[in-house]
């Protein structure tokens, strides 16, 4: 089981990047999954997450980010999306996605590698 991230890269400030989170192995269903950030020598934060289409598919954002970052997810394809639009500077980091994976080992918190975003103003 693993969780592989893919879209990071550098852009412009104003411009946009779309990150991408796939869950692969042996998975009965995906609760909770989001993505999260980290800058050189802080703590891992939340950036955005996203609940399972049971629960509604309700939503949650670091106010940093709020009008201007859209996380979705596609269940069939376990998959999850950080939609990244006018970017700035200081949203430069490393992005982790996360998901709550229900395996035959039970509920396990997954985090993927991290894919470095570099805003350039």
């Known amino acids: 089981v693993q969780l592989q991230a893919s879209g990071g890269g550098l852009v412009q400030a104003g411009g946009s990047l779309r990150l991408s989170c796939a869950a692969s192995?042996?998975?009965?269903?995906?609760?909770?999954m989001g993505w999260y950030r980290q800058y050189p020598g802080e703590q891992r934060e939340l950036v955005a997450d996203?609940?399972?289409?049971?629960?509604?598919?309700?939503?949650n954002y670091a106010d940093s980010v709020k009008g201007r970052f859209t996380i979705s997810r596609d269940n069939a394809k376990n998959t999850v999306y950080l939609q990244m639009d006018s970017l700035k500077p200081e949203d430069t980091a490393v992005y982790y996605c996360?998901?709550?994976?229900?395996?035959?080992?039970?509920?396990?918190?997954?985090w993927g590698r991290g894919t470095l975003v570099t805003v350039s103003s």
């Open positions: 192995g042996s998975i009965f269903t995906i609760n909770n």
């Open positions: 996360n998901a709550d994976l229900v395996t035959r080992r039970g509920v396990v918190d997954y």
């Open positions: 996203i609940t399972s289409g049971f629960s509604g598919g309700r939503t």
